[in-house]
């Protein structure tokens, strides 16, 4: 594990961290990254809408890391893991829907060894009215290698002054079911089972094995949270999907088509415990009838990550909240 003394040293210093020309690269890429998305989203239909940062619940599906509760007037609520609830309340309004969200999740000190996980961190979310999963994807794709793109044109001389040879990403990306990665990884000796998440570790190994980006499509129904729509002609597999950075960077972006009826959502919800009146307004919205939609949303520090070449995400954000460090 890092040595946690010396990180939290460091990070207490970032004020002059934020002056040296290598920090100073890492912010003008995402800079460019981030209007790259903007630009390639308003292109293509979408308009921008403000996230929401409270709530009285917040996307449960956090794979090991916390919640934040806290007390507002009275009542419980929570600081936002994911905007995924709102989303599919917008495309209520607007058929393609993107928001630059903030989320903290209190991910486990372990998780400081992956070098992709932050406490705090942003996903740029969308969300398509009336979607197929397929429809999110192709647009993923193409958002992500327009960005690349950008970045070469626009940011040769940082990329050469962090000593990163950034590959252009080659669209249609590979696509690969859940079950078939599982039985890959398991002939590389990883002890996996079907029904559940793919580990870190076994991430990183698939993501260094493909040239390109990839896709992992149709997880089972155990392994996520109760917003991602069963196939009904395939009961227990999820339409949803991951994208996966090449060089072994692993997760990009997280998404699918979303459950939208209130009985097999609130069957979900309840055979995982979660307590029904927490979600009011989003069961009464079901209840009624809400557009069916698909989207995702894509973490913009491991992007940053990814284009920049470093090792630890928090080299890719400016003021950097690492799980377990406390710092400014
Ligand atoms: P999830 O809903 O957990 O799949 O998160 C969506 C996306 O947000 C992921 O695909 C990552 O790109 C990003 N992400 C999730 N958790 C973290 C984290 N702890 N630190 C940084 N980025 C994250
Ligand atoms: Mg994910």
């Given at each position: 594990m890092l040595d946690k003394a010396e990180l939290t040293t460091q990070l207490q210093a970032r004020y002059k961290d934020i002056k040296k020309p290598e920090v100073k690269a890492v912010m003008r890429i995402q800079d460019e990254i981030l209007s790259a998305l903007r630009d390639h989203l308003r292109g293509v239909g979408f308009i921008e809408i403000l996230a929401p940062i409270i709530g009285p619940a917040t996307d449960p599906g956090i794979r090991g890391a916390s919640q934040v509760s806290f007390d507002y007037y009275g009542?419980?609520?929570?600081?936002?893991?994911?905007?995924?609830?709102?989303?599919?309340?917008?495309?209520?309004?607007?058929?393609?829907?993107?928001?630059?969200?903030?989320?903290?999740?209190?991910?486990?000190?372990?998780?400081?060894?992956?070098?992709?996980?932050?406490?705090?961190?942003?996903?740029?979310?969308?969300?398509?009215?009336?979607?197929?999963?397929?429809?999110?994807?192709?647009?993923?794709?193409?958002?992500?290698?327009?960005?690349?793109?950008?970045?070469?044109?626009?940011?040769?001389?940082?990329?050469?002054?962090?000593?990163?040879?950034?590959?252009?990403?080659?669209?249609?990306?590979?696509?690969?079911?859940?079950?078939?990665?599982?039985?890959?990884?398991?002939?590389?000796?990883?002890?996996?089972?079907?029904?559940?998440?793919?580990?870190?570790?076994?991430?990183?190994?698939?993501?260094?094995?493909?040239?390109?980006?990839?896709?992992?499509?149709?997880?089972?129904?155990?392994?996520?949270?109760?917003?991602?729509?069963?196939?009904?002609?395939?009961?227990?597999?999820?339409?949803?999907?991951?994208?996966?950075?090449?060089?072994?960077?692993?997760?990009?972006?997280?998404?699918?088509?979303?459950?939208?009826?209130?009985?097999k959502v609130a069957r979900r919800m309840l055979s995982t415990g979660e307590v029904l009146e927490a979600y009011r307004w989003y069961l009464d919205m079901l209840k009624e009838g809400t557009t069916p939609s698909a989207g995702f949303g894509i973490g913009v520090e491991r992007l940053t990550r990814y284009v920049c070449g470093k090792e630890y995400i928090w080299d890719s954000v400016p003021f950097p909240k690492v799980p377990g460090i406390v710092s400014p």
């Open positions: 009542t419980t609520y929570k600081i936002m893991s994911s905007m995924i609830l709102y989303k599919q309340m917008a495309v209520n309004s607007f058929d393609r829907i993107f928001a630059l969200s903030p989320n903290i999740r209190l991910e486990p000190d372990i998780t400081r060894e992956t070098g992709r996980h932050l406490s705090e961190f942003r996903q740029l979310d969308l969300e398509i009215a009336n979607a197929t999963y397929f429809d999110a994807m192709a647009i993923g794709e193409q958002m992500v290698t327009k960005a690349i793109k950008r970045v070469k044109i626009n940011c040769a001389d940082d990329l050469e002054a962090l000593g990163r040879e950034l590959k252009s990403p080659k669209p249609e990306f590979k696509k690969i079911t859940h079950h078939d990665a599982v039985e890959l990884l398991t002939e590389k000796g990883f002890k996996l089972n079907q029904g559940e998440e793919i580990p870190w570790e076994a991430e990183s190994t698939l993501s260094k094995s493909f040239g390109d980006f990839f896709w992992i499509i149709d997880y089972p129904r155990t392994a996520r949270g109760f917003y991602d729509r069963e196939d009904e002609a395939r009961p227990g597999i999820l339409c949803d999907f991951d994208l996966f950075y090449p060089e072994g960077y692993g997760e990009a972006i997280s998404g699918g088509e979303r459950e939208y009826k209130y009985e």
